[in-house]
């Protein structure tokens, strides 16, 4: 497909997919990447492990499942339909567990519930994931795929950045009561309903293929092949080493909170509404300076991310201060914004493949012993070491910002020119 073919339709497509994003940006503070969820699961009683499992059930949603959503529309020439419905189950998977929570009086059940719902939605959420990221950098040429994703993310942001200042006020006004925490699932649950439909006005193009189209293969020969073609790919594995900052960055959202709230002087309403509110900023911030107005290579902004990501865990682990925490919340969300508008470019161009949704489903699966392990990890430690304090925490973050050094270095071996 000709680069001028699908330029024709970038200002539509830019439009849809914004419009679906800004809608769904306004719910996604509360469910993922969560303060909201950290607190509110501590609200319920939820120990340091509890709230590793948070994190640990969205990676594996968003690794087994996203493989098998990745077979299930492979071969599929069209695949906006796909992404439409699968991103309206999402939605029902939390107005499920909103109308679950209207019946639930308090106890500790309500936390099993809550899991088994989360569970449900990161399993429904990782199978949308590799089709809708596909989708994204199919509908875009080359050229044109970072200012389009761009867009969409400061489209997202500002909606995230709104719905922080209602979640801040909820939360002074409501805390953590199970009625109003009900609505508030059930609202996020119709947003992404509502989002879902706005993939209606996008515009998708293919090259129909004058051959008859090949018969699928099974299941286990589908992962083999990708497995098997990525094995062979050693830049995008280097590649994927660096990508590792992700669940980094979302294993110390996961923590910091409760870390401001216990031994910062944070009051909840603060680290549930301002810190997200400052993350979201500062993904609006790399967004537009990153990608709108292109600054950098793709390798620059990769290394940029990390370097950001780096500061702030630092900043946590020897600054403990009000200004620390706003400061490394800004500095989170600029090293997340600046990965989600590089990845799906990145992943698409390093595979050298025409549909590289096998290589979107199948790398995360490669890192989930990993990505999992790290959050359950620092949950049991900061459990069994209730003595240190506040520096339990401290040697976490510690911790962690060595790994993302790691990262760093596999970004700079990582050549985004190949030949």
């Known amino acids: 497909m000709s680069a001028s073919f699908l330029d024709h339709y970038y200002r539509q497509n830019v439009f849809g997919i914004s419009a679906a994003e800004f809608v769904w940006g306004l719910g996604l503070p509360v469910v993922v990447e969560s303060t909201f969820l950290q607190l509110f699961v501590k609200s319920l009683g939820g120990s340091g492990l509890a709230l590793g499992m948070i994190p640990v059930f969205f990676f594996i949603g968003i690794s087994i499942f996203a493989l098998l959503a990745s077979y299930m529309t492979d071969g599929l020439i069209f695949k906006r339909r796909a992404v439409i419905l699968l991103h309206l189950i999402s939605g029902m998977s939390l107005i499920l567990f909103g109308l679950l929570l209207f019946g639930l009086g308090p106890g500790p059940h309500v936390l ?4 088994g719902c989360y569970a449900v939605f990161s399993i429904c959420v990782g199978m949308t994931l590799p089709v809708w990221l596909n989708y994204l950098v199919k509908i875009f040429s080359e050229e044109k795929s970072v200012p389009g994703l761009a867009t969409m993310m400061i489209a997202q942001n500002a909606a995230k950045l709104i719905s922080s200042l209602v979640i801040l006020k909820v939360v002074e006004r409501y805390a953590f009561d199970l009625e109003a925490s009900a609505v508030v699932f059930l609202s996020v649950g119709g947003l992404f309903v509502m989002g879902s439909l706005c993939f209606l006005f996008t515009h998708e193009t293919a090259e129909v293929p004058s051959h008859p189209q090949r018969r699928r293969p099974s299941f286990v020969v589908f992962v083999r092949t ?3 073609h ?3 790919n050693r830049n995008f594995l280097i590649f994927l080493g660096s990508d590792l900052e992700l669940h980094i960055v979302v294993t110390v959202i996961s923590f910091y909170a409760a870390y401001a709230t216990e031994y910062g002087g944070i009051h909840p309403a603060v ?7 400052l993350i979201y900023a500062g993904a609006i911030f790399s967004n537009i300076v990153l990608g709108t107005l292109g600054w950098l290579s793709l390798k620059q902004k990769t290394m940029a991310s990390k370097a950001g990501a780096i500061t702030a865990v630092l900043l946590l682990a020897i ?6 925490f ?5 500095l989170l969300g600029a090293s997340r914004g600046t990965r989600m508008i590089v990845f799906a470019p990145a992943v698409k161009k390093l595979s050298g493949l025409a549909d590289a949704t ?3 489903a199948v790398a995360p699966v490669l890192t989930l012993p990993l990505v999992t392990g790290l959050p359950l990890a620092c949950g049991t430690f900061l459990d069994r070491m209730p003595g240190l304090g506040g520096d339990a925490y401290r040697i976490v973050f510690l911790s ?3 790994l993302l050094g790691l990262t760093l270095i596999c970004a700079w071996r990582t050549d985004f020119a190949p030949s």
Do not use: K, Q, T
Not at 112 to 115: G, I, L
Not at 271 to 277: E, L, P, R, S
Not at 326 to 330: K, P, Q, R, V
């Open 112 to 115: 099993a519930v809550f899991f």
């Open 226 to 228: 990708a497995i098997g």
């Open 230 to 232: 990525m094995r062979h």
């Open 271 to 277: 680290a549930a509404g301002v810190f997200v509110g």
């Open 319 to 324: 600054w403990n201060a009000p200004a620390s």
């Open 326 to 330: 706003y400061l490394a919340s800004f």
């Open 358 to 360: 096998p290589y979107f």
């Open 400 to 402: 962690l910002a060595l």
